[in-house]
Each structure stands twice: as C-alpha cells, then as structure tokens.
C-alpha cells in the first residue's frame, strides 16, 4: 500500500526535488466565474444523474465532489479508453487514451448540471492549462468533459463559450467535450484519498485549498462532511 501511494500523481518529483519545488506550482487557483446562461430546468421526477468530469489528479477532483450538496457519489477512474488497459500503471504510459476522471452521481432536484460545471470550471481544476494540471502532465491529466448525450454536451460547450467571450480566464478554455464511451473504477487505494490522506504533501499543497475555496465560493453547495465511495457502497442496514 505505502509503495503503491508513493508513485502516485506526481509525488516521485516530490522526492526529487523536495516539497519546496512542488508548491511553486501548487493549488490551482480558484477564479470567480459566472453561472452557465443556459442551464435548463430538471424534469418533474427525474431521478438521479451522472457526468463524468476530467481535470487533472482525480484524488483532487473527486474530493471537492464529495464536499457538494446534492452529490451522492463521487468515484476516482478513468475515461476515454477501453477497459483492458484502464488500469494505473499502464494509464500512467500516457499510452492509452483514458484521462485519470471522477464519475459523478447527482440530484438535479438539488444541484443543476451547470453548477457542476460551474464548480468544474471555477475551483475544481484550471480549464485553461493544456495536458497538465500543477505538477502532473500528460493526455491523461487533461481536462476533459465525458458528455452522456447530446443536452450534457450543448450545455458544457455553450458555457465554455460564454467564459471565453467574457474572458474570465487570462487565456482561452482548452478543456475537451469527448463522447462518454465507458467509465473504469480506479483501484481501491486512490478512492477517498483526500478524506483518508489530509496530511499527504501533495494533497496539502494541491487538493486541500480547492476544497477550501469550494467553501469560500460555494457556500450554499459546501457541506463539511463528505459523501464518500466508503459510505455510499456500504450496505443498508
């Protein structure tokens, strides 16, 4: 297990060049944005939703997911490649096409579509850097929205397009509407690795302030306690 957490998301530069280095790039930084203009309303009863997101690590991603209301499951996996390959150590090659994503469960009663790509765009992750997020780089830490149908997708590249016209970013949005073609659970060891790991470098220097702009930004969408793949998978007593 400690072998196997070693390796992960970039913490091998941290034991080459020491944790001084890592901050000179570390935590995202969160950009006030405005709501998405086209957000349509949810149908009477209709029932849970999912999206898969991409935006770098998913150890960071997934645990400002698990800190939104109206989320009732955030899982760590991968996107845009076939199962056989979906594993760590190979995605890790840069050789198979999966970005390291979070796939989301949510309430549309409570949480729009937008808002969780408001949240995307905003503090989760920066739209705006190509291949990389802070310390990571490569394909499979790009940003990247998984859209299920063709509503997920109008909405995301309408609201890219208004962020860019408004400018809200230094430089344009590079994040990629790719069509959602399977979703691979990460090994159990990167799920709630936030919530299990608070004191691990990289989640302190890179994770832990989205969350807490999560709570700056978002405050009628934050709640303290997380939902997590723990908690959600146990059975019903």
Known sequence: MTARINALCATALVALVGIAAITAK???????????ALDPLPSAGSGL?????????????QGVYEHVKGVTQAISGYSGGSKE???Y????????????????TY???????????????????????????????GPSYRSAIFYADDEQKRVAGAYIAQLDKAHVFHTPIVTKLEPFTGFYPAENYHQDFLVLHPDYPYIVFNDLPKVENLKRLFPDYYRETPVTVMASSKPTQ
């Open 85 to 87: 390959t979906a594993h």
């Open 49 to 61: 939703q999912k999206i898969v997101l991409a935006g770098g690590c998913f150890w960071g991603v």
């Open 107 to 137: 309430d549309p009663q409570k949480i729009s579509y937008g808002k969780i790509l408001q949240i995307f765009f905003s503090v989760a992750h920066n739209p705006t850097e190509l291949n990389y997020q802070g310390p990571d780089s």
């Open 26 to 36: 570390a935590a995202e930084p969160a950009v006030v944005i405005p709501p998405p």
């Open 89 to 104: 150590e190979m995605v890790g090659t840069e050789r198979t096409g999966h970005a390291e994503s979070v796939q989301i």
